[in-house]
């Protein structure tokens, strides 16, 4: 199929500052293979919205989100949706973060408008995308996601618990949590828990 006969892609822009907001619509409604079926939605009404209007990719401000914890709950609640984060200038462990817990993108607001779009196509056939490293150490060719069982002890880890009480709390032992922190932190290129619990 053509891209010319192919159904433009369906986006929901969630609310963002009125400059970024003007621009993400601006740059949608100007590409005649996307389609704006919803903008400026409240994080709290995006999920009625995905449930509405069904589209191809939610892009969804990082301010808004009061923890990770709601974005892998937008990813199980929407599979088909593929969700692209914009943050200021996210660090390399937020980005990695972002798409453990079910993102396809993450992006700095201030990305150009040609990569915003770009990213778009990626994220709608669910490439992960992430910002460039810019100065810093290159990073690994593709993010290695969380499994749900690390994403549950990082909600823990970030919220203060010891390993005891994660155990506890996850009906697991001591030695099991240790293993999943040990992943996590590899996986978000961190090394302690106060440098975990800064990228929420």
Do not use: W
Not at 86 to 95: I, Q, R, V, W
């Amino acid at each position: 199929m053509s891209i010319a006969t192919r159904q433009p892609i369906a986006i929901t822009v969630a609310q963002f500052e009125d400059i970024v907001n003007r621009g993400l619509q601006s740059l949608i409604e100007g590409d005649p293979h996307l389609r704006l079926v919803a903008t400026d939605v409240p994080q709290d009404e995006m999920d009625l919205t995905l449930d509405v209007h069904q589209p191809d990719v939610a892009i969804l401000n990082f301010a808004s989100l009061s923890s990770p914890s709601e974005l892998r709950e937008l990813h199980t609640t929407f599979p088909d949706v593929r969700l692209m984060v914009l943050a200021n200038n996210p660090t390399p462990a937020e980005s990695r973060q972002m798409i453990g817990f079910g993102a396809t993108a993450c992006l700095a607001k201030n990305t150009e408008a040609r990569d915003v779009l770009h990213t778009i196509y990626l994220a709608s056939r669910g490439m992960h995308v992430l910002p460039p490293a810019g100065d810093a150490a290159p990073e690994p060719a593709g993010p290695t996601p969380l499994t749900a069982r690390e994403a549950d002890v990082l909600e823990l880890l970030q919220s203060g618990r010891s390993n005891a009480e994660i155990a506890a709390a996850l009906q697991v032992g001591v030695e099991t949590v240790r293993t999943h922190a040990r992943h996590i932190y590899r996986k978000l290129g961190v090394s302690t828990r106060r440098e975990l619990r800064s990228t929420v």
